[in-house]
C-alpha cells in the first residue's frame, strides 16, 4: 500500500519521530539501572535524526536557468 505523502507531511512524521526519540532519551536517562551504551546509542541516532530535519528544511539554493 503507498501512501501519498508530500515533502511537508515527511517532516512532520520525522519531526514526530525527534519527540519520540527525546522522550525515550528521557525515559532511559531516569532509570535507575541506566545503561549508558543504549543512552549513546540514542543519543548518536538522535543527532543524526535532527541534522537531517535541518538539511531537508534548509532552503534549496536557486540554479540558474
Known amino acids: 500500500m503507498c501512501l501519498p505523502l508530500d515533502d511537508g507531511s515527511m517532516v512532520c512524521w520525522l519531526k514526530t ?5 527525546e522522550a525515550w532519551r528521557e525515559e532511559l536517562a531516569s532509570r535507575p539501572d ?3 551504551d543504549a543512552v ?3 543519543e548518536k541516532h538522535y ?6 530535519v535541518l538539511r531537508i528544511e534548509a532552503p534549496k539554493p536557486r540554479q540558474a536557468a
Do not use: K, Y
Open 17 to 21: 519521530q525527534v519527540r519520540v526519540i
Open 34 to 36: 541506566i545503561d549508558i
Open 40 to 42: 549513546m546509542q540514542l
Open 47 to 52: 543527532a543524526w535524526l535532527t541534522a537531517e
